[in-house]
């Protein structure tokens, strides 16, 4: 087995993730190879059946999650091919598994060898590019041959791996001319233009980690230095993946993440040895340029411990055990172990205290349950007593306090949850009158950090707050993206860095990103909401969303002229790779945890309802609203 594929021996198949059908052959046809044959799978998941070509042995082991079932190669130029073949050819090598595109470049006239870029962006579009001789013939003349290339664009990924969903038309030219007798392509746009089916084939999201900026409030206690904040990006995923995935966290966060979160990685810092791979303890030895030689023990660990999420997220099917960084030499100048990484830094998704799940109950009491247990409880303190109505819950993230909000929309309350604890007055008093439920308060959410969010809203306009630990005065988060539009709901990341947002537009709500930037000084911090921008661009109407892992939310909503669904999405507003999750009737809210491992819970027209693992919703109270885990 080579370097690059001891991560691919699989321990287990995470949760919501498919198990790839394993490939047992190879066949090579007049466009493309492409492996085929499916043990044990439906012949739909994979490549169509050449009807011509050799048939080759191909390593028959095991692949994990990582390796797709189709493996694509491209097939170099045929003599005498005219130019629109010369260029579906050129697009077809492009979706090949090469490191370098080496057949494609066989396409290209000298000139273009030397500057085509391939790596400078990736268009994905609906379906693959296809020529419009009708709106502009292809033409041949004394200056060579034009194909135009014509699609639906959905989304561009730009050369630092970062995904933004950009629909559009897409138009380009393709120009060829003859060297000797042959036709080369010429001049071409750079970067690669890709269907959605190749681009998910060829491509995987990974998510890299930086070390949450608190800026102004970074003396704070609570805003640790070790809080890690996922960065999704999309990597292609067979070619050297483990080194991919760090020489991408080498080159910093992507533009939307650079303001707020930082690299302990000393600037030029690069690998030393570009051949990555764990070793037969599942570890990983890293070889760093001169420039992260020098750093002493505190920020070596913390740049071991981003390459080991980062790492550990390429690999998912395997855990890692050690990560050691090394200088050009091999000598040692720190080592990090899965033990150390997940008590010392704190990363989304790898906390290992992912808590109860919480709901309201017929009894207007705010109840707990355990994944084992069978019947909620009570909590203490006096949301447990059924005396406070409630429209809304959230508990706190070390689950010692809850905060809500009274069933009129109009109070907030905020009271520990211990026996014998007595409720307070509000602690904030909506200006809107609520008339309806979609005034008033929303539904409070607690960061990491132990701070309270929450937006008042009224039918003309939004104020999104932050109470810092729950208590004291109000303070106002300037959103400037907002404008007239109006906030429904909210959901802060547990980094305090990220918060997702639902917003009402002339009848229509989306699902919108924020990055929260704390300015100002530390005695008055100033903290705004920036670039908003749409998760999930293809629903009109979003019911619910929750945060369901380091970079994914699990979302629900109906596209225009559908019905409801839910589905997970990636914070970079692509699909998420997760299974698609069954159906259940009339979704109000849905609450997930950071943990990927436990169960879904949502309010539904069966009442509150739980997805287990690997299973079907199960009802666990016929009655009951607001399902939360804290957070």
Not at 226 to 239: K, T
Not at 501 to 514: A, C, S, W
Request: neutral net charge.
């Amino acid at each position: 087995m080579g370097a690059e594929h001891r991560d691919e021996r699989a321990a287990r198949t995470p949760r919501f993730h498919r198990r790839a059908p394993r490939v047992t052959g190879v066949a090579r046809t007049g466009r493309k190879a492409v492996l085929l044959g499916c043990a044990g799978a439906l012949l739909a998941g994979c490549a169509s059946m050449p009807d011509s070509g050799d048939v080759t042995a191909a390593d028959p082991s095991p692949r994990a999650d990582g390796d797709s079932q189709v493996r694509v190669y491209g097939v170099p130029p045929q003599d005498g091919a005219q130019p629109t073949n010369i260029v579906r050819s050129f697009l077809d090598a492009t979706t090949s598994d090469e490191a370098d595109f080496r057949t494609a470049r066989m396409y290209l006239a000298k000139s273009a060898k030397q500057t085509w870029r391939p790596f400078l962006a990736t268009n994905v579009l609906q379906e693959r590019p296809k020529s419009e001789p009708e709106a502009q013939p292809s033409r041949e003349g004394a200056n060579g041959y034009t194909v135009t290339l014509a699609g639906s664009q959905v989304a561009k990924v730009d050369a630092n791996h970062a995904y933004t969903p950009e629909e559009k038309p897409y138009r380009e030219t393709i120009h060829l001319i003859k060297e000797g007798d042959q036709w080369r392509i010429d001049r071409l746009p750079d970067g690669l233009v890709l269907g959605q089916s190749d681009f998910q084939r060829i491509y995987r999201s990974v998510n890299k980690y930086y070390f949450a900026s608190y800026k102004s409030e970074s003396d704070d206690p609570k805003a640790g230095k070790n809080v890690l904040v996922a960065d999704p990006v999309y990597l292609r995923q067979r070619i050297k993946p483990i080194t991919s995935s760090v020489e991408a966290l080498l080159t910093g966060p992507t533009d939307w993440l650079d303001r707020v979160t930082t690299s302990a990685f000393p600037p030029g810092t690069r690998l030393a040895a570009r051949d990555l791979s764990l070793d037969d303890a599942n570890a990983l030895q890293v070889k760093l340029s001169k420039q992260a030689v020098n750093t002493d023990t505190a920020q070596c660990k913390r740049m071991a411990a981003q390459l080991f999420f980062t790492v550990q997220d390429m690999t998912r099917a395997s855990r890692i055990s050690q990560v050691e960084l090394q200088d050009p030499s091999g000598n040692s100048l720190c080592a990090l172990t899965q033990d150390q990484a997940e008590r010392d830094f704190a990363a989304p998704g790898h906390t290992g205290h992912s808590g109860k799940e919480y709901f309201i109950d017929a009894e207007h009491r705010v109840v707990a349950m355990s994944d084992a247990a069978s019947e909620p409880a009570p909590v203490g303190g006096p949301f447990g007593t059924g005396k406070t109505p409630l429209r809304s819950v959230a508990v706190s993230r070390g689950e010692t306090t809850a905060a809500g909000v009274s069933g009129d929309g109009r109070y907030l309350y905020v009271s520990g949850l211990e026996d014998g604890v007595e409720r307070a007055g509000p602690l904030l008093t909506s200006a809107s009158t609520a008339k309806n439920a979609d005034e008033g308060l929303t539904a409070p959410s607690w960061d990491g950090l132990g701070d309270l969010w929450i937006a008042d809203r009224d039918a003309h306009r939004s104020r999104l707050l932050r109470m810092r630990e729950g208590k004291g005065d109000p303070e106002e988060v300037s959103v400037p993206g907002l404008g007239a539009r109006r906030i429904k709901a909210i959901k802060v990341a547990a980094d305090g860095i990220r918060i997702a947002i639902l917003v009402e537009d002339k009848g229509r709500t989306t699902l919108q990103l924020g990055r929260v930037e704390r300015d100002g000084t530390s005695a008055h911090p100033t903290l705004s909401v920036q670039e908003l921008r749409p998760i999930a661009p293809q629903l009109e109407d979003v019911v619910a969303a929750s945060w369901a892992g380091g970079s994914r939310l699990v979302v629900v909503g109906r596209e225009a002229g559908g019905v409801q669904q839910m589905q997970f999405m990636e914070t970079d507003g692509s699909a998420s790779d997760a299974q698609t999750l069954p159906g259940v009737n009339g979704v109000k809210a849905v609450a997930a945890s950071e943990d990927e491992t436990r169960p879904l819970i949502a309010d539904a027209a069966e009442g509150i309802v739980r997805l287990p693992t690997d299973s079907n919703w199960k009802t666990v109270a016929k009655d009951g609203t607001a399902p939360v885990y804290p957070g």
